[in-house]
């Protein structure tokens, strides 16, 4: 992390702040103010960053890649990097949670939270990473999220059925493109070599004294997760409303790791960081589903669309159906998509006045869009319904194929 730092600060991404600042509501008040990394120096007498991909141009930075390849980039992985053993993690201490930087984002959180922490667990042979927000009940203890139906979830329902306990260590302070790899879909037991892939090819791992694997990082916190629950949440979550309190599971630290003055990071609950986190690792596989049916030329999950529920997938049409059938491509690919809007090679999926454009000049509304109803949504849109289902709706913005003429916009010679 410290690394990918210094090369944005050559770039002048990073603003330091050098002046005291609170861990409740300020530096996160601060981070949502800009797009630039913030480095404070003095968190609550802690060093701590913020915004460390707020942005697409901070990910193609990370990556090596032009901001416009992002997608076909991401797309082409083979999640075949090689997961380099470097030995037995040492140095650790007694944990103590009160002696990070873990912030309060808003005044209705129910407590302090951390944000980043990439929770990588081993059971059976199977490894996984991702990521789980994790609220401070002591200096030892955290109560986490964890989605019933994904991994983490399913792998300590496998340990809890034995009578054993999950191992796991968390990480804070990775470098941006584990964070990555950690936020993204992946085959089973493949995040580690995803993040070797996208760092260049290799990865090197330590090993925990409970066996979890943890690639270098600022702070590690070596631990179980049990069948004990405790309350968590209120919590704001991605579309920036509060997740109501549900009972999840505790995880108890054992061990501690940090680097010499450690840099805490922390992700803002519905921020650019946030949003980007949630939406981009869906954009290459949206990309993939597209391109089994039409010619797929870009995805983008919107910011205003909390960087998760809407999307816009640009295509070239190769017959008249093809927008309708990449409409339900994109929904099948990424299941909490609410609404899509598919458009042609001429409009910048990025500029929302060029979508609106489109759906204004290409769109008549009984025979391009599409209304699906009783479908699984995401958990997190607060119109869902009791059951999970909600109504996602398609929209062929696209010009009729053989008429392109009629549309075609003015251009200066």
């Keep these: 992390m410290r690394d990918f730092i ?7 991404r990073v603003e330091d702040i050098e002046r005291p600042c609170s861990t409740v509501y300020e530096a996160p008040r601060l981070s949502s103010q800009t797009e630039k990394i913030l480095f404070f120096h003095d968190l609550d007498g802690h060093r701590a960053v913020m915004n460390l991909l707020s942005d697409r141009r901070s990910l193609a930075a990370a990556l090596g890649v032009e901001e416009q390849d992002l997608v076909k980039h991401l797309a082409a992985a083979t999640y075949s990097g090689r ?47 991702s990521i789980h927000r994790m609220m401070v009940l002591d200096d030892r203890r955290v109560v986490a999220r964890l989605v019933e139906g994904r991994h983490t979830h399913t792998l300590l329902r496998a340990a809890l059925a034995r009578g054993e306990r999950l191992p796991v260590a968390v990480t804070v302070g990775t470098h941006p493109l584990v964070t990555f790899a950690a936020c993204t879909r992946v085959p089973q037991g493949k995040e580690l070599a995803y993040a070797a892939e996208l760092m260049g090819g290799e990865l090197a791992v330590h090993e925990c004294e409970n066996g979890v694997r943890v690639p270098d990082a600022e702070i590690v916190l070596e631990g179980y997760i049990s069948a004990e629950t405790a ?16 009972q999840q599971h505790v995880i108890e630290f054992t061990r501690m790791y940090c680097k010499e003055d450690p840099i805490y990071h922390g992700i803002l609950p519905a921020g650019d960081e946030h949003k980007l986190l949630m939406g981009a690792p869906y954009e290459p ?39 309708k059938n990449a409409i339900m491509a ?25 979508v609106e454009y489109a759906i204004a000049t290409r769109v008549r509304g009984d025979t391009d869009i ?36 009629e549309f075609k916009r003015a251009e200066w010679p």
């Design 285 to 323: 596989k949206i990309y993939r589903a597209v391109s089994e049916v039409t010619t797929a030329c870009d995805v983008l999950l919107t910011k205003g669309g909390a960087g998760y529920l809407h999307g816009v997938v640009q295509i070239r049409k190769n017959t008249q159906g093809d927008a």
């Design 330 to 354: 994109a929904f099948a690919a990424h299941t909490s998509l609410k609404h899509v809007v598919v458009v042609d090679e001429d409009i910048d999926i990025h500029d929302p006045h060029d």
């Design 370 to 405: 599409m209304v699906i109803t009783g479908v699984r949504g995401s958990s997190l849109d607060p119109t869902r319904l009791g059951d999970g289902t909600n109504v996602k709706v398609g929209v062929d913005a696209t010009m009729v194929m053989g008429k392109e003429h």
């Design 6 to 12: 210094a090369m944005m600060r050559e770039q002048g």
């Design 231 to 246: 309350a968590e949440g209120p919590f704001v979550d991605i579309t920036g409303t509060y997740d109501p309190v549900r």
């Design 83 to 129: 997961v380099v053993d470097a030995g037995r993690l040492k140095g650790g201490i007694e944990p103590d949670l009160s002696c990070l930087p873990v912030m309060k984002h808003f005044p209705g959180d129910a407590g302090r939270y951390f944000t980043s922490g990439i929770v990588f667990s081993r059971y059976d042979g199977v490894e996984n990473a």
